[in-house]
């Protein structure tokens, strides 16, 4: 029985094929050639994907995961702290590099932006791979998760890919990151309940809480500004945001 069976009860090619997912949306920004205006509408396209992602997924997932491990109170807490910690990080290392005229800050800080999504997308995705191992005992209930999470995977590699273009990361290494991304979910499958147990309800849930403080510090302070940064297709950045955040209500939870 291969080791995927044995340990998580989810057959292996469902997890190549979530690995394939990601491969898929985060490369198929690479073969396009980006002007600036191409680039920030691909932009609004993912910012609306990861602002679909943060408040229809990400914080009523976490609620869920953190119930009976953390208060209310104490879960929101961890939130903000993360959100605080990605500000704080960002106004001592970049203070004073995006006033300089020239584009060697603004891309610096663009790269640190995409490496925070990674983070945040990163935990999100290894807690889903833990969850489609709970699922896979529920026989009614593993296809939709599974079917909900390769839609997941190829929207967020895309979303991830399009953050690091605007780094002007080079397309060598982007597909490195993205390959990383791409094991985060079978990892987590792999590792099941058994970090979870190690790790105990409370943990687990600081973890989650605080990269979802990341993430919802990059959706709504980093990439929302930048795509309306320039005023000129205003309307159709518009219309590609709307449709990103469409595309994550529809994909079951």
């Known amino acids: 029985m291969p080791l995927s069976d044995a340990a998580t009860g989810v057959e292996a090619w469902r997890l190549l094929l979530l690995a394939a997912a990601a491969l ?4 198929l920004p690479l073969l396009v050639r980006w002007t600036d205006r191409r680039l920030h509408a691909a932009l609004a396209l993912a910012a609306g994907i ?10 009523p997932e976490l609620r869920e995961s953190a119930e009976g491990a953390l208060s209310p109170r104490a879960l929101w ?5 993360g959100v605080l910690a990605i500000h704080f990080a960002e106004a001592l290392h970049f203070h004073g590099d995006r006033g300089d005229g020239g584009d060697g800050g603004a891309d610096a800080h663009h790269l640190a932006v995409a490496v925070t999504a990674l983070f945040g997308l990163s935990v999100h995705a290894f807690t ?7 699922a896979a005992r529920t026989p009614d209930v593993m296809q939709p998760v599974f079917l909900a999470l390769l ?4 929207f967020e590699a895309f979303s991830l890919a399009s953050v690091f273009e605007l780094g002007r990361v080079r397309r060598g290494a982007i597909f490195a990151w993205i390959a990383g991304f791409s094991v985060v ?3 987590g499958c792999l590792a099941g309940g058994a970090l979870a147990t190690r790790l105990g309800g409370v943990g687990l849930a600081v973890a989650v809480a605080l990269a979802a403080g990341s993430f919802l510090y990059v959706s709504l302070c980093e990439l929302l500004p930048e795509v309306f940064h320039h005023r000129e ?4 950045r518009a219309a590609l945001l709307i449709a990103g955040i469409l595309s994550m209500a529809a994909v079951a939870a």
Request: proline letters at 5%.
């Open 185 to 187: 979910t079978p990892l």
């Open 24 to 27: 898929a949306g985060g490369g």
């Open 50 to 59: 990861f602002l679909g992602a943060v408040f229809l997924h990400f914080l």
């Open 233 to 236: 297709d205003v309307p159709l």
């Open 77 to 81: 807490a961890f939130v903000l702290a």
């Open 151 to 154: 839609v997941h995977k190829f």
């Open 128 to 134: 889903a791979g833990m969850g489609l191992a709970l």
